[in-house]
């Protein structure tokens, strides 16, 4: 029936096969009461159990004297695979709620990095919620229930939508989708079945310092738009040196098959890398010792009136254990000398800490209170 559980030792929606679509939501608490803050967790984790297995939220949804808990677009409709991620940022820990001793250290800030085009109205937040499920209706019904269930103690920051390819029209199945540029996005990415490289890469340790957050993991979000236009006058070989890999097979330049190894030693007649030394393959990998688990999908928001082109482009999306030891140094690496700076832009940036999962009977983010 295509449901994924939502209580377990992990959230659900971070080593989950990706889903066909997200909508990313960022609240901004508006209560000064941490008990609302708890009962909001509370409400929010019981009502996002029942829509992961394709429940109605709540339990009025027939009686004609009163609104319907549920909105009711999503009935009739499959669980389709939804899972419903929750996290907090760093200003959840400033004053209001006196938990600043509770924020851990890989809670950075993010620093600003070369090229930055942050704007506010896609950045930050209190909590973060990421629904990713294989209908955007489904998905949509998720934020929307859940924002409405959060009136008088939290309203919405900044929401973005997001698409892969439809499973369905996959010709192969399994095949890495590609990101509005072209490109295979998500060939290397570290096994998610792979127990022991989680715990080394994904999820927060009891011995990292902050015990309410063990077992979950640090999300970063970057809004990048892509410059389309630039591109699509961009030939062929360039495209492929910006990458470092082949448009058509996902090789890396200089091999064969998608999943071969970078050959970052090889270098052509007159001595230059095969893999250009600015390209975002070669950049992203650094020394290989830094690792991500990247979760990202396309966006298109209308148009950019300003320019009368597409605001479309890649909803980056990253979970790791120590973003001080991950995200941070590549993106300062990407920020500096990356080829493909020419055609992105990124517009929006925010970090959260994303609970352990909830047990039946618990809450998300019960450690914290
Ligand atoms: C690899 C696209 C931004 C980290 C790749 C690949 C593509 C790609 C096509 C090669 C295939 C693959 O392994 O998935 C993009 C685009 C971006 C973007 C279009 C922006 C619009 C970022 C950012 C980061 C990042 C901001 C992190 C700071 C990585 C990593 C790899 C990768 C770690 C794998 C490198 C390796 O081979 O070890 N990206 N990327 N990317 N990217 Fe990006």
């Known amino acids: 029936e295509e449901i994924v559980p939502f209580y377990g030792t992990h959230q659900a929606g971070i080593i989950t096969p990706a889903q066909d679509y997200i909508c990313l939501a960022a609240f901004d608490l508006t209560t000064t009461k941490l008990s609302a803050v708890k009962e909001l967790f509370q409400k929010w984790t019981l009502e996002s159990a029942r829509m992961s297995t394709g429940e109605f939220v709540g339990t009025e949804n027939t009686n004609p004297n009163i609104p319907p808990t549920d909105t009711g677009e999503a009935a009739g409709l499959s669980p389709s695979r939804t899972t419903i991620t929750f996290g907090v940022g760093p200003t959840f820990f400033d004053h209001r709620f006196g938990l600043a001793s509770k924020r851990p250290a890989a809670l950075a800030d993010i620093p600003p990095f070369a090229g930055d085009n942050l704007r506010p109205e896609w950045s930050g937040g209190d909590i973060c919620v990421q629904v990713c499920a294989d209908d955007m209706q489904v998905a949509f019904h998720a934020i929307r229930n859940l924002t409405r269930l959060a009136r008088g103690t939290a309203v919405l920051r900044w929401t973005q939508e997001g698409f892969q390819r439809a499973g369905k029209s996959a010709r192969t199945k399994d095949e890495t989708p590609r990101n509005l540029l072209g490109f295979k996005d998500g060939t290397v990415n570290p096994d998610t079945k792979d127990a022991n490289k989680m715990n080394q890469t994904v999820w927060a340790q009891s011995s990292d310092g902050a015990p309410w957050i063990t077992n979950g993991s640090y999300l970063v979000v970057r809004r990048i738009r892509m410059r389309i236009e630039v591109w699509d006058r961009t030939i062929l070989s360039e495209q492929e040196a910006t ?6 097979s996902g090789a890396p330049l200089g091999a064969v098959n998608e999943f071969d190894k970078l050959p970052l030693d ?16 070669r950049l992203s990998h650094g020394d290989g010792s830094e690792e991500i688990l990247r979760r990202g999908y396309s966006y298109s928001s209308g148009v950019d009136h300003k320019t009368g082109q597409l605001d479309a482009g890649l909803l980056f999306i990253c979970y790791q254990r120590d973003p001080r030891k991950q995200f941070i140094p590549m993106q300062k690496r990407l920020a500096q000398s990356d080829k493909l700076n020419e055609y992105i832009s990124h517009n929006g940036s925010a970090i959260f800490a994303c609970f352990a999962g909830a047990k039946q009977g618990g809450y998300i983010g019960e450690g914290l209170f």
């Open 266 to 281: 090889q270098k052509d007649s007159s001595g230059k890398s095969i893999i250009p030394d600015r390209s975002h393959v």
């Open 243 to 248: 990458f470092g890999r082949y448009r058509d």
